[in-house]
């Protein structure tokens, strides 16, 4: 983080099977050679293509989808993903 930056505060649940994915804006901003963006569409496809998917399968999923599209184009950004499952009894509130 850096210091002095303003965050907005937001409060969800989480229920037993729900998964939370977060990531940087590297994912949708990868590059292919055209220099296209991967963009969100994309990986929302990536993210639904297996519907009971476990988190370490739709971090692979989108991984790839990303490797595929982008080829041997150079990245300039980070590409960071966190995929959790929530399998408690209670919801959790952030």
Excluded: C
Excluded at 27 to 42: H, M, P, Q, W, Y
Excluded at 65 to 84: E, H, R, V
């Amino acid at each position: 983080m850096m210091p002095g930056s303003d965050f907005e505060q937001h409060e969800f649940e989480l229920h037993p099977g729900d998964v939370l994915f977060v990531y940087t804006d590297g994912v949708t901003e990868a590059t292919n050679s055209d220099k296209k963006l991967f963009g969100t569409d994309r990986m929302i496809e990536a993210l639904n293509r297996e519907d009971t998917a476990e988190p370490e399968k739709l971090l692979k999923n989108v991984r790839e989808d990303i490797d595929a599209f982008a080829g041997d184009a150079p990245q300039f950004d980070d590409i960071t993903m966190l995929a959790i499952s929530w399998h408690g009894s209670h919801h959790f509130s952030s």
